[in-house]
Each structure stands twice: as structure tokens, then as C-alpha cells.
């Protein structure tokens, strides 16, 4: 069965592998990885920095900016989880296959960065992404209050 035709949840599992919710390794205590497996963790906090994997959206159905709305919703979660916020956001890697989703992409970006507190961000257009479905991935790094 190929990666399109299973959900995207499940492509996201399949190509992250099974993970745990919260692993601190003996030999790193000081490194709390969320939703953690043996190719990636979601989320990694170090430190007073929290270091998410690139989010991705579940309905691949979605336009740009649809899509993008939803990888902000993960990273909104994750932050939580993390224990700060979208406020705290210090840079952003978004990537896009096509770079004529800037503009939608963009709206839904600022619907959704809080005045006063947008991060550094760099976008990066052309690129070819994991499911051929997804048009928008997202990597943020944040502090930690």
C-alpha cells in the first residue's frame, strides 16, 4: 500500500515510526523529547529551547492555506505540551512545494501570529515533501518562559 493511500496520521506514523509520548534518557536527563520514536521526536526541549520537527497537516485535501492552519494547530499543541506558546516562537523554517501557495500560505500565517510577536522566518519554495499530498511543512524552535 503506498504512502497516499493511507491517512496522513498514519503516513506520519509510518514515516516517523512508533513513538512514546515522553522519553528522558538516563544519560540525558536534561533532554525531554515529546512524542518521541527511533527516527524522530515531535518536539525536543533543551534547556529553556523547545526544537519541533517539522508539522505537517492530516487533511491533504486542503488548499495552502487550509493545510497551513492545520500544521499551526500541531504546533500550537505541541508548544503547550512543551510548556510555551506561539509568543514565544523565535524562528520559523516553513517549506513549500509551490511557490504560488506564498500568498495563501501567508494568510493563514497571519490569522495566526500574534502581533508584536512575530518569530525570524525563512520560506522555502520548490521543495519536494515526504507525502506528495502535503503542499506546507513547518519547523519552529521557541523559548521557554
Known amino acids: 500500500q503506498s504512502l497516499r493511500h493511507v491517512g496522513a496520521a ?32 515531535e518536539a525536543v526541549v ?24 492545520e500544521c499551526l494547530k500541531c504546533i500550537d499543541e505541541l508548544l503547550a505540551r512543551a510548556g510555551t506558546d506561539k509568543t514565544r516562537i523565535l524562528m520559523t523554517m516553513v517549506y513549500l512545494c509551490d511557490i504560488n501557495d506564498f500568498p495563501l500560505m501567508n494568510e493563514a500565517w497571519d490569522a495566526w501570529v500574534p502581533e508584536g510577536h512575530s518569530p525570524a522566518r525563512a520560506t522555502v519554495a520548490g521543495v519536494k515533501l515526504a507525502d506528495p499530498g502535503w503542499k506546507v511543512e513547518i519547523v519552529v524552535t521557541a523559548a521557554l518562559p
Request: charged share 25%.
Open 10 to 41: 498514519q503516513t506520519r506514523l509510518a514515516l516517523r515510526s512508533p513513538r512514546t509520548s515522553i522519553c528522558k534518557a538516563m544519560a540525558n536527563a536534561d533532554i525531554t523529547r515529546l512524542d518521541c520514536g527511533k527516527r524522530l521526536s
Open 46 to 69: 533543551h534547556g529553556k529551547t523547545v526544537y519541533l520537527a517539522g508539522q505537517v497537516p492530516d487533511n491533504t485535501s486542503l488548499d495552502a492555506k487550509g493545510q497551513t492552519a
